[in-house]
């Protein structure tokens, strides 16, 4: 039972250009809504967050925006570069424990 | 800080061998969080501990055990390896409870069962 579901798979934008990945989910008991970046050989690392009580937060190229009625949210990264290119994971929690559920992964690479 | 560090970074195991991946973080973090990461299905949380001495069972549980005796400590145990658990292992770290918490990754453990 997959309760995070995130598309694309991959994608594959120009230098410059905007990547957009989705997320969506069922359960209205989630809290916290992180997007995670992971670069080959290495461990997630928090990009940017959003609790449900906005519908936009900004930081820097990338923002999440946020549709509590539809129960969906996006990571959109503006003039995307290649280093950017990494596997981005959307993920929600449920308030005890802190546990976050896991989107399957967007693999992003972005060409010259 | 060192953060979060996991041993050992690769290892292959035979079906039936067991095994211990440790991790430690320097961060004074309350919760630990044991994952697998396999193509496209993400990271799946194994098991979970909220303080030292306490530990849960997270979304895959089957086949792990895990101990956290120390606070900067948490183990995760194979008792019978079996080729279904070759994976990425990821430990992660947390501050504190109730606030919204950064998680703190691991480099990662690659393990394969033949």
Redesign the interface.
Known sequence: QQQVKQSPQSLIVQKGGISIINCAYENTAFDYFPWYQQFPGKGPALLIAIRPDVSEKKEGRFTISFNKSAKQFSLHIMDSQPGDSATYFCAARKGGGNKLTFGTGTQLKVEL | NAG?TQTPKFRVLKTGQSMTLLCAQDMNHE?M?WYRQDP??????IH?S?GEGTT?K??VPDGYNVSRLKKQNFLLGLESAAPSQTSVY?C?S?YS?GG????Y????TRLTVT
């Open positions: 979060v919760y969080y496209g299905m993400g990271l799946r949380l979970y909220v849960a997270g979304e990821f992660a947390s409870p919204f918490d950064e998680q990754f691991g480099p990662g």
